[in-house]
C-alpha cells in the first residue's frame, strides 16, 4: 500500500520537491469506500488522479517512481538516468536528486530512500525507517563511506550481527572501488536472507514491495504482470469483461505453439531474453509454476511451465461475436490492444498492490474510462489494491468517480519545473459537493490545464482575424 511518495531533480521537478500524499483529509466525508480497509487510524486512500496540461510533468511522476523501482530491483542507479536530472534553469546536474516512498508491506509501515547525483550515477545517502510505534532508523548510510544499520542489528543474535557487520563492510568497500551506484537495500536481498525470525528479515519484507507490491505502466508500455493469462477459466471472465466495454471480443482461447518456432512471434533479443528467464526461472520442486507473457501491437504470447514439466508457448486468439474465424491479437483496435494492459488490475490476484498507470485514457472512449474507475473501485472494495494514474479525461473529474482528496493537479511554471498540488488545497466553496468539477477545470478555476495562445499561432502561421 502506498502511503506518500515524494522526489526532487527529477526530469521536470527541481529543487522544490513534489509529493503525492495518499493519506485522506479529515474534511472529506464522502466516497469513505475509497479508503483502504487495512490502513487503519492512517485512513490511505485507494485513488489518485493527476490532471495537467501537456509536458505540464504528470509523466514524470509515474517516470520517478519508475526510475526508483527499477534501481532497486537492478540494485543500483540505472545508466540511463545521467541525465534525467532537471534542466530547467542551470545549476542542477551537480545538485541532489531525492526519491523517498513511505508504504506497508505484510503489515509492516516503512519510509525508505536515496539521495543521488545522477550525472555522475553516484548515490550520496540512503535510509530506511521503520514507522510503526513511531520512526526508527533501520539504516542510514551516508556514501560510501558509511553506514549505520544500528536499528536493524539492535536485536538481532549474535551470529546475524557478526554476518550482517561483514555484508555492511564488504558493501562500503565495493562502493569505495566503484562509481558508487549501488543500493544496500537491494545488496541485502540478493542471494542472501535471514530466517524469518530473524530481526534483520525485515530488509526482505521491505524490498518485496518493490518487486510485488507496485506495478507501474507507462504510456505505451504494456503492463508487465498478466496474472489472468495462467488460468483458462479466468481467460473466458477476461472476454466477458473485454465484452462488457463493447469490444466485439466474446472470446479468447489460448494457441500452442512449439518452442522452436518461437522466432516466428518474436524478435530474437527478445527470445534470448525468454530463454535467460527460464533458465533463471528453474523448477526447485514438483509444485513449482511458472507464467511469462510477453505482448506488443502484433502478438500476445505465454510461456507456461508446470512443475518440473517442459515449458509451453501459447498465443492469444480472439474471437468476436458473429464470426467464425479467430483473430491474431495484431487485428483488434488500439483500444482493445490496451484494455489488455487493465485486465490484471481486475483480476489480480493481490489484495495489497499499487497500479501506477500513465495516461489511462489513452485511446479510450470517455465511458470505458469511467467504466474501468469504476469495476476498479468495486472489485477491490474489500482489500487494499490502489490505482494512481495520470489523464486528461475530464469526464471522471466528478465526485460520482472521485473524492476530493483523491484529485491532483500538475502546473508547470514560468521556470519550467512542475508543482503538484490536490484540489483539497482550494477552500471548500470552490470545490464544494455539488460543483461541476470538470467544468470548472476547464476555466482553469484549479489550474493545471495548457496555456493556450491562439493569437501567437495566428501569427506564425500568418493568419488573419482575431
Not at 563511506?145 to 549474535?158: E, K
Not at 541485502?188 to 510485488?212: D, K
Request: net charge negative; with cysteine.
Amino acid at each position: 500500500m502506498l502511503i506518500r511518495f515524494a522526489f526532487k531533480n527529477f526530469r521536470s521537478v527541481g529543487a522544490d520537491p513534489v509529493t503525492l500524499e495518499m493519506v485522506s483529509s479529515a474534511k472529506v466525508r464522502r466516497l469513505k469506500g475509497h479508503v483502504c480497509p487495512s490502513s487503519g487510524e492512517a485512513k490511505v486512500l485507494r485513488n489518485a488522479v493527476v490532471y495537467g496540461g501537456n509536458a505540464a510533468g504528470k509523466s514524470n511522476l509515474v517516470r520517478a517512481l519508475s526510475f526508483m523501482k527499477a534501481a532497486v530491483l537492478s540494485g543500483s542507479l540505472p545508466q540511463d538516468g545521467i541525465r534525467e536530472y532537471c534542466r530547467c534553469g542551470e545549476g542542477f546536474a551537480s545538485a541532489e536528486t531525492t526519491f523517498d516512498v513511505q508504504f506497508q508491506v505484510a503489515g509492516a509501515v516503512f519510509d525508505y530512500g536515496f539521495s543521488c547525483v545522477l550525472s555522475e550515477l553516484r548515490v550520496t545517502s540512503e535510509w530506511l525507517y521503520s514507522l510503526e510505534g513511531g520512526p526508527r532508523a533501520l539504516f542510514l548510510r551516508e556514501g560510501a563511506d558509511a553506514l549505520d544499520c544500528g536499528g536493524a542489528s539492535a536485536a538481532a543474535s549474535a551470529e546475524d550481527g557478526v554476518r550482517l557487520g561483514v555484508y555492511v563492510d564488504d558493501f562500503l568497500h565495493a562502493q569505495s572501488q566503484s562509481t558508487g551506484s549501488g543500493l544496500f537495500l537491494p545488496y541485502m536481498c540478493t542471494a542472501r536472507s535471514f530466517p524469518p525470525e530473524s530481526p534483520l528479515a525485515v530488509f526482505g519484507r521491505a524490498f518485496s514491495w518493490f518487486g510485488s507490491g507496485v506495478e507501474v505502466i507507462g504510456a505505451g508500455k504494456p503492463a508487465s504482470s498478466t496474472e489472468y493469462y495462467a488460468e483458462s477459466s479466468t481467460l473466458e471472465k477476461v472476454a466477458e469483461v473485454l465484452s462488457s466495454f463493447d469490444t466485439g471480443v466474446s472470446g479468447l482461447r489460448k494457441e500452442e505453439v512449439a518452442m522452436d518456432e518461437l522466432e516466428k512471434y518474436v524478435p530474437l533479443e527478445l527470445l534470448l531474453t525468454i530463454r535467460e528467464l527460464l533458465k533463471a526461472n528453474a523448477p526447485k520442486g514438483g509444485d513449482d509454476s511458472f507464467v511469462l507473457t510477453v505482448r506488443n501491437d502484433s502478438f500476445f504470447l505465454g510461456i507456461e511451465r508446470k512443475g518440473t514439466g517442459e515449458p509451453r508457448a501459447t498465443i492469444l486468439k480472439t474471437r468476436h461475436e458473429g464470426s467464425l474465424l479467430d483473430f491474431d491479437f495484431r487485428d483488434e483496435s488500439d483500444g482493445t490492444r490496451r484494455l489488455f494492459d487493465f485486465m490484471d488490475i481486475l483480476f489480480t490476484g493481490s489484495e495489497d498492490k499499487v497500479f501506477v498507470v500513465d495516461e489511462l485514457n489513452r485511446s479510450f472512449h470517455p465511458m470505458l474510462t469511467q467504466q474501468l474507475v469504476s469495476l476498479f473501485n468495486e472489485v477491490h472494495a474489500g482489500d487494499d489494491c490502489q490505482l494512481v494514474f495520470t489523464t486528461h479525461e475530464n469526464d471522471i473529474m466528478s465526485y460520482d468517480y472521485f473524492r476530493r482528496d483523491e484529485i491532483w493537479f500538475v502546473e508547470r511554471g514560468a521556470d519550467g519545473t512542475s508543482r503538484l498540488y490536490p484540489l483539497d488545497d482550494f477552500a471548500a466553496g470552490d470545490a464544494r459537493s455539488d460543483a461541476r468539477l470538470n467544468k470548472k477545470y476547464l476555466e482553469g478555476r484549479y489550474g493545471g490545464g495548457p496555456v493556450i495562445s491562439a493569437s501567437r499561432a495566428r501569427a506564425a502561421l500568418e493568419l488573419g482575424g482575431e
